[in-house]
């Protein structure tokens, strides 16, 4: 049964900095894209990055580009996203995602990936 399970989340002062986790269990996801997806209250999920688990690849959406940073460590088979500078407008449940199959490309799509964690809160008070 595969499993992803996030972590990391909480409250932080503007400015601040966060590292969410996500463990993957149950398999392991070479050559596919894995990703962090957020949802704020009233808003659809959106796309934050993701990463191939073998090449290590990455995309980013325009949002967090310069200040989150996506990687995996294969040995804990774990994924990880690093947040500098954050502002009240990340404040959402941020998602961890992986695909079953392997494709081209890193999509931002939520559709594109198959498992999905709990979501883990993440506020950012100004």
């Known amino acids: 049964q595969v499993q992803l399970v996030e972590s990391g989340g909480g409250l932080v002062q503007a400015g601040g900095s966060l590292r969410l986790s996500c463990v993957v269990s149950?398999?392991?996801?070479?050559?596919?894209?894995m990703g962090w997806f957020r949802q704020a209250p009233g808003k659809e999920r959106e796309f934050v990055a993701a990463i191939n688990w073998s090449t290590g690849s990455t995309d980013y959406a325009d949002s967090v580009k310069g200040r989150f940073t996506i990687s995996r460590d294969n040995a804990k088979n774990t994924m990880y996203l690093q947040m500098n500078s954050l502002a009240p407008e990340d404040t959402a449940i941020y998602y961890c995602?992986?695909?079953?199959?392997?494709?081209?490309?890193?999509?931002?799509?939520?559709?594109?990936?198959?498992?999905w964690g709990q979501g883990t809160q993440v506020t950012v008070s100004s």
């Open positions: 995602a992986a695909r079953n199959l392997v494709r081209f490309g890193l999509p931002r799509k939520d559709y594109e990936y198959d498992y």
């Open positions: 149950g398999r392991t996801f070479s050559s596919r894209p």
